[in-house]
């Protein structure tokens, strides 16, 4: 069965400050897809990333960084030089392989980031 | 680019009543989800739909939930009746066909929920 645990329900830094947050993943397919979306205070999830389990390589967007690591089924997330606008709701999240459709997310519970000045 | 939109925002209800939410998907997205957040838990899928057929509804909690899409454009989520354990953020998703070819990351365009409250 597919699951996601993030372990870490809140996380409190302080501007400027890096952060990890951790993503650990469950699946028996071969070929999934993670994501990883944010929360705002206004309640919407926007998409920040998707990654094929075949693509192992980490991703570095401004100051948001990604790295995948099948060995340890982790996904885990870092901001680099936080600042108060992160302050969200992470969500980590796992889809199976439909083909031609994206099949459901299985998400984590996610960690509650928050960023003081 | 208009994004998924959901109606309403909020709903506060009593116990044994009856509530409808709407989801409109992002234009030209066959693909529709239902999800629901209970307070402190994970968000949990509910139903897929591929159009206007049911793909998918093994994460419907029980038999008081019933969604349809009909013409495979919005879609509905009505809960009769509904109990204080259905309290939560109900959220729709839409995608693209990945067959298409203009699917962009193949992710999920959340809307902002309506959030829930039977008391």
């Known amino acids: 069965a597919q699951k996601v645990t993030q372990a870490q329900t809140e996380i409190s830094v302080v501007e400027k400050e890096d952060v990890t947050l951790d993503c650990v993943y469950e699946?028996?397919?071969?070929?999934?897809?993670l994501f990883w979306y944010k929360q705002p205070p206004s309640g919407e999830l926007v998409f920040l990333i998707r990654r094929n389990s075949f693509d192992e390589q980490n991703e570095i967007s401004g100051r948001y960084s990604w790295n995948f690591q099948k060995s340890t089924s982790s996904f885990n997330f870092t901001i680099t030089a936080s600042q108060v606008v992160d302050s969200a709701v992470y969500f980590c999240?796992?889809?199976?392989?439909?083909?031609?459709?994206?099949?459901?997310?299985?998400f984590g519970r996610g960690t509650q980031l928050t960023v003081w000045p | 680019e208009a994004g998924v939109t959901q109606f309403p925002s909020h709903s506060v209800i009593e116990k044994g009543q009856t509530v409808t939410l709407r989801c409109d998907p992002i234009?030209?997205?066959?693909?529709l989800y239902w999800y629901r957040r209970v307070m402190g838990k994970e968000i949990k899928f509910l139903l897929h739909f591929v159009k206007e057929s049911k793909q998918d509804e093994s994460g419907m909690p029980n038999n008081r939930f019933l969604a349809e899409r009909t013409g495979g454009t919005y879609s509905t989520l009505k809960v009769q009746p509904a109990e204080l354990e259905d309290s939560g953020v109900y959220f729709c998703?839409?995608?693209?066909?990945?067959?298409?070819?203009?699917?962009?990351?193949?992710?999920?365009?959340f809307g902002p929920g309506t959030r829930l409250t039977v008391l």
């Open positions: 998703a839409s995608s693209q066909d990945l067959r298409s070819g203009r699917a962009r990351g193949n992710e999920q365009f």
């Open positions: 234009s030209g997205h066959d693909n």
């Open positions: 699946t028996r397919d071969t070929t999934y897809y």
């Open positions: 999240a796992l889809s199976e392989d439909r083909g031609s459709t994206l099949g459901r997310l299985y």
